[in-house]
Antibody, heavy 122, light 107 residues
Framework: EVQLLESGGGLVQPGGSLRLSCAAS????????MSWVRQAPGKGLEWVSA????????YYADSVKGHFTISRDNSKNTLYQQMNSLRAEDTAIYYC???????????????WGQGTLVTVSS | DIQMTQSPSTLSASVGDRVTITCRAS??????LAWYQQKPGKAPNLLIY???SLQSGVPSRFSGSGSGTEFTLTISSLQPDDFATYYC?????????FGQGTKVEIK
């Protein structure tokens, strides 16, 4: 059974940093690109970042480019997102998401974690 | 960037109704489109991928159609479990985006 379990969210002051983790199980983690998707309170979904299965290629939304970094440790089946210079508009539930296929599109997400809440506030 | 626009934003319907949600892309995305259902406090659930392919385990009352810039999600006979928010999402390139969502409410 595929499982994705996020952790690392919490309350942080503007300008602060957090590192999110997503522990994956039930599939061959290194064969799949992975993404982070966020949802601000009461708002819609926003794709944030993606990383290839090997970790060699990364992609970012313009809204986070330069202050978020996605990475992965395939030996630990874990996805990460380092978030620096956090702003109020980064407040959201952050989901990690797995695509349907190990090859092809990175972004048709068939499994999502339960999400971890990041609140940026003084 | 490709913009995705859903209509309507809110839809009031009754159990048994046929429901159609439209999603338009600002440029052609071929058939690289997914539909998700999201209930309050839960992660999204994939319903349709590649515009018209039904995800495993999803009831057959859900169907998707379209290509290029215009797509539809149809629920053939609305069930109580279907009251939720629905999102379309393109994956035509390495910068995917979602529509703003359509909330299906009880009439």
């Amino acid at each position: 059974e595929v499982q994705l379990l996020e952790s690392g969210g919490g309350l942080v002051q503007p300008g602060g940093s957090l590192r999110l983790s997503c522990a994956a199980s039930g599939f061959t983690f290194s064969s799949y690109a992975m993404s982070w998707v966020r949802q601000a309170p009461g708002k819609g979904l926003e794709w944030v970042s993606a990383i290839s299965g090997s970790g060699g290629r990364t992609y970012y939304a313009d809204s986070v480019k330069g202050h978020f970094t996605i990475s992965r440790d395939n030996s630990k089946n874990t996805l990460y997102q380092q978030m620096n210079s956090l702003r109020a508009e980064d407040t959201a539930i952050y989901y990690c998401a797995k695509p349907r296929r190990g090859s092809g599109s990175y972004y048709d997400f068939d499994y999502w974690g339960q999400g971890t809440l990041v609140t940026v506030s003084s | 960037d490709i913009q995705m626009t859903q209509s309507p934003s809110t839809l009031s319907a009754s159990v048994g109704d046929r429901v159609t949600i439209t999603c338009r892309a600002s440029q052609s995305i071929s058939g690289w489109l997914a539909w998700y259902q999201q209930k309050p406090g839960k992660a999204p659930n994939l319903l349709i991928y590649d515009a018209s392919s039904l995800q495993s385990g999803v009831p057959s009352r859900f169907s998707g159609s379209g290509s290029g810039t215009e797509f539809t999600l149809t629920i053939s006979s609305l069930q109580p479990d279907d009251f939720a928010t629905y999102y379309c999402q393109h994956y035509n390139n390495y910068s995917p985006s979602f529509g703003q969502g359509t909330k299906v409410e009880i009439k």
